[in-house]
């Protein structure tokens, strides 16, 4: 008797929900029963997690993090989709798939979220994404090499730096001014200059400049 | 008795201003000259030479006068060759000498020379042309006067007084006795002013004088008596007294107090030792004394005196005291009833009366010769009286008259001057009054010019900086178009073609898992491919949108085309670096518009000066200051040497304008740096 699965795949282009079906619906039909729902936008997606919720619960939600915003805008990302559904489907692996591989993103999606699963699409093959699926399935995180790559970054460090720290850097390295800075994090000036000393004494390199701070941060993994 | 005084101040004159005249010359030839000309007047002055050789050293000291430049000391010159010619009684030199030294003061506008010559002359006719003479020294005394206005110098009144006193003899002698006695009073006063007294006893002598014809005598005793008291101050002291008693006896004799006057001759006689040196007067006085005696019956000695008097004025051809004597002598004779004897004494007096023209005299010697001829001849003396009296009278008058003329001529030129003058200071008024209105015009013409041209420059600052916002803002927009657009490349890339490439790859390699035709591995590869090239996108699309440019980048861009631009176009190689904490954003327009301006203008200036072949510009941020720096490699220039050009000046003002400060240094041959710094207000933080 085929184990049956209920599936949701969130994700905005149609060719990615193909390739998501074409990869589980091979081999893993042979041991799953896999219904699959789509959804293409935040609306819809939340739309199924709540029917699910009232319903038969999914078992896995494959999510993607940029996604059109909802209608009424309280849903702008995948991120808060998935945040939605640990609520609403607390026993539902979730797994994220997402183009973005930058630290910062993905502290943040590890920190909000602590899917079962972390995939970076660009890293991602079908094997891969299959193994994922499978050891998920069996109650195994699984996550991209780049994400791992993350982790061990982090532990090498004694510590870690909060979302906001790693913003400021990630924003710095790109070569946003350290005016430009609230742009882009959504704190002040001042706020910020404080925080760049702090972390400058952090890494024990407490008069240095930009560039050596960024160096740094580089060499620690933070960017 | 006038002649002795006459002579004497002319010798101290003469003495005076000698001592006066101390010509100190500092140009060389000058100081030659005038050695050589003090030489010929001292080889002159000296009485050892003859008159020949005198007058010759005065001649040689004139020519080489003639040669000197300087008019003041000219005319100290000229004074002192005339002095000369006067001691050598030369008179006629004496007056063209200083007929030249007046000229010659007038010429350089020397009133205190002028004067000087006018009483000189003064003293050359009053020898003869009474009224000439009296002209010289009213117009002496007009400058005196005006002189001493406004200066208290005592040499001044000393001079002013002797020609006063000049004036009050001249005065006496023609008979106008009030005018004199005034002048005579204002000399005393002068001269008591000048604290110099040399001249009082001849000053309180002719008052004396003036003052028996007033028939004053106790007055005029008094007078005579100051004048011996006055006298003993001064060396002449006998010769004075001598004089004054003399005066006195015949003031006792005109009121007939013959006692007292016998007394004062006899007094005036005992001076023996003086009177053996002075005939004359010793003669005087024996003729006075005799003529007491006779006139008071007492004729123990008479006629012996008269001939003792009457045989040394006789040896001596002192021809007025001869004139007196003949006619004391034919006054005694008629007395006695010898007429004919009378008017032999009468008949000589006549003679040498009609000789030196001395017609008082002559008056006396008709009178008594009409009285002492027969009837008919004595018809003949008498008409001859009465005509000359007459005509004496009419002379006199005539002389008062020239004098009160000269007198008002002058006046009426002092008005005539005084109008003139009144009429220049309007003129001159006038003309200043006109030239500041026209100067006030021409400012106020200038004024507005560079108001407009100043307004003119303002207007085109403007309006360059207009446009030179409007290329800021076409840039920035144009910026921004650009990133907008790269942004949404990139995020089409990002999101729809490698979202869709990465589905097609998943489908492909799960399609591939499962197909098991022998080319999977070979269709793995294209998958891998596949990868590969959704990695590549993906960088292609964080390049495009990994930076959203900040606006004032655009500035900066401005800047470096600018640059560029120049450097192209004049084949130099730059360098330019921005401190990127700069915030040019935050920078008003008119600061960038300056900096911007300057950048040109040194630029323009190495182009054109300093053939360089490099050139380096640099924007730091230090201590809320921008430092712009333009370095060039070229052939610098002295800075000091340099004066400011237009584009320096530009530079300058552009950074004074900012608060700034700006600096060119340079040495030849090792290039140019313009460093030029701005503060910048630190911009207020936001805290939210």
Redesign the interface.
């Known amino acids: 008797m085929k184990k049956k699965l209920k599936v949701l795949m969130i994700d905005d282009h149609p060719m990615i929900i193909e390739g998501y079906k074409n990869t589980l619906l091979g081999e893993n039909q042979k041991e799953y029963q896999i219904k699959i729902d789509i959804a293409s936008n935040c609306d819809d997606a939340y739309a199924s997690i709540v029917k699910s919720s009232e319903t038969v619960p999914y078992d896995m939600l494959f999510v993607d993090i940029k996604l059109p915003p909802s209608s009424d805008g309280s849903i702008t990302s995948g991120e808060d989709l998935a945040k939605h559904a640990k609520e609403l489907l607390p026993k539902s692996k979730i797994i994220i798939l997402t183009m973005h591989r930058e630290d910062h993103r993905i502290h943040n999606i590890l920190k909000n979220i602590n899917p079962a699963g972390f995939l970076i699409k660009s890293d991602l093959t079908s094997s891969e994404l299959l193994l994922a699926f499978n050891n998920i399935l069996k109650g195994k995180a699984y996550y991209s090499a780049t994400v791992n790559d993350h982790f061990r970054k982090m532990m090498t460090n004694k510590f870690s730096l909060d979302e906001k720290n790693l913003k400021i850097l990630y924003h710095l390295s790109r070569g946003v001014k350290t005016k430009n800075l609230p742009n882009y994090v959504s704190l002040s000036l001042s706020a910020i200059e404080k925080r760049k000393n702090q972390i400058k004494e952090m890494f024990s390199i407490a008069k240095a400049d930009d560039q050596m701070l960024l160096e740094e941060a580089r060499k620690r993994g933070f960017i | 008795m006038y002649k002795v005084f006459f002579q004497c101040i002319a010798t101290l004159f003469i003495l005076t201003i000698i001592g006066c005249n101390d010509p100190n010359q500092t140009i060389e030839s000058k100081e030659l000259k005038s050695n050589l000309i003090q030489s010929y007047i001292d080889e002159a002055k000296n009485k050892q030479n003859s008159k020949e050789e005198r007058r010759n050293n005065l001649e040689k000291a004139y020519g080489i006068y003639s040669t000197l430049n300087d008019n003041t000391f000219k005319v100290e010159k000229i004074q002192e060759i005339s002095f000369q010619y006067y001691a050598l009684k030369d008179y006629d030199k004496y007056r063209d000498m200083n007929e030249k030294a007046l000229k010659l003061s007038i010429s350089i506008n020397d009133s205190l020379n002028m004067a000087r010559s006018f009483a000189y002359l003064g003293i050359y006719h009053r020898r003869s042309e009474l009224d000439i003479a009296y002209k010289n020294f009213y117009e002496a005394e007009k400058i005196y006067a005006s002189l001493r206005d406004n200066n208290e110098s005592k040499e001044i009144a000393f001079d002013h007084g002797k020609v006063l006193i000049d004036m009050a003899r001249i005065l006496q002698r023609t008979k106008d006795y009030s005018e004199s006695e005034a002048v005579t009073i204002k000399a005393i006063e002068t001269f008591i002013h000048s604290e110099n007294e040399r001249y009082l006893p001849l000053s309180y002598t002719n008052l004396g004088l003036i003052t028996k014809y007033f028939e004053q005598y106790d007055k005029a005793i008094e007078f005579h008596l100051k004048a011996i008291e006055y006298a003993k101050k001064n060396n002449n002291e006998i010769s004075q007294t001598v004089a004054s008693y003399n005066n006195i006896g015949i003031v006792y004799k005109s009121q007939e107090k013959y006692d007292k006057a016998k007394e004062y001759f006899l007094k005036a006689l005992s001076f023996k030792d003086f009177l053996a040196k002075n005939p004359d007067r010793y003669a005087r006085l024996l003729d006075n004394l005799a003529h007491v005696n006779f006139l008071s019956n007492d004729m123990e000695n008479i006629p012996e005196l008269f001939f003792k008097a009457y045989k040394i004025r006789d040896s001596i051809n002192n021809k007025p005291g001869i004139i007196t004597n003949a006619l004391h002598l034919a006054e005694y004779y008629k007395t006695l009833g010898e007429d004919s004897i009378s008017s032999i004494y009468a008949i000589r007096a006549r003679d040498v009366a009609i000789d030196i023209s001395n017609n008082e005299e002559l008056l006396n010697a008709y009178q008594i010769l009409s009285e002492t001829s027969d009837s008919k001849e004595g018809l003949k003396y008498a008409q001859a009286h009465i005509k000359l009296d007459d005509s004496l009278e009419k002379q006199e008058r005539l002389f008062k008259d020239k004098f009160a003329r000269i007198r008002f001529e002058t006046k009426e030129i002092a008005e005539e001057n005084q109008q003139i003058s009144r009429e220049n200071q309007i003129l001159i008024i006038a003309i200043l009054g006109l030239t500041a209105l026209f100067l006030l015009g021409y400012i106020i013409f200038r004024q507005q010019q560079s108001n407009k041209e100043l307004l003119f420059a303002q207007t085109q600052q403007e309006s360059n900086e207009e446009i030179y916002r409007l290329l800021l803002n076409q840039q920035i927009k144009l910026e921004e178009g650009r990133q907008l657009e790269q942004q949404r490349m990139s995020e089409e890339l990002?999101?729809?073609v490698?979202?869709?490439l990465?589905?097609?790859?998943?489908?492909?390699?799960?399609?591939?898992?499962?197909a098991n035709d022998g080319f999977t591995e070979a269709r793995n590869k294209y998958?891998d491919e596949l990868?590969a090239i959704?990695?590549e996108i993906?960088l292609i699309s964080h390049d495009l949108g990994?930076?959203?440019l900040?606006s004032d980048v655009a500035y900066i861009d401005a800047v470096e085309n600018l640059i560029k631009d120049l450097c192209e176009v004049h084949k130099i190689t730059f360098e330019f670096n921005n401190d990127?904490?700069i915030?040019w954003e935050g920078i008003d327009d008119q600061k960038k518009v300056n900096f911007f301006r300057i950048l040109q203008e040194s630029m323009q200036n190495i182009f054109k000066h300093a053939h360089a072949d490099h050139i380096k510009i640099n924007f730091d941020y230090v201590d809320s200051t921008i430092n712009l720096t333009i370095l060039d490699d070229g052939i610098g220039f002295k800075a000091n040497k340099v004066k400011k050009g237009i584009g320096l000046k530009n530079i300058t003002s552009r950074v004074s304008q900012m608060n700034g400060e700006v600096q060119f240094l340079s040495n030849e041959g090792s290039g140019t740096t313009v460093s030029v710094r701005v503060p910048i207000a630190a911009k207020v933080?936001?805290?939210?």
């Open positions: 990002h999101d729809g490698l979202g869709r990465f589905g097609v790859r998943l489908s492909l390699d799960g399609i591939n898992q499962r998958i990868k959704e990695k993906r990994a930076e959203t900040p990127e904490d915030d933080e936001e805290v939210y």
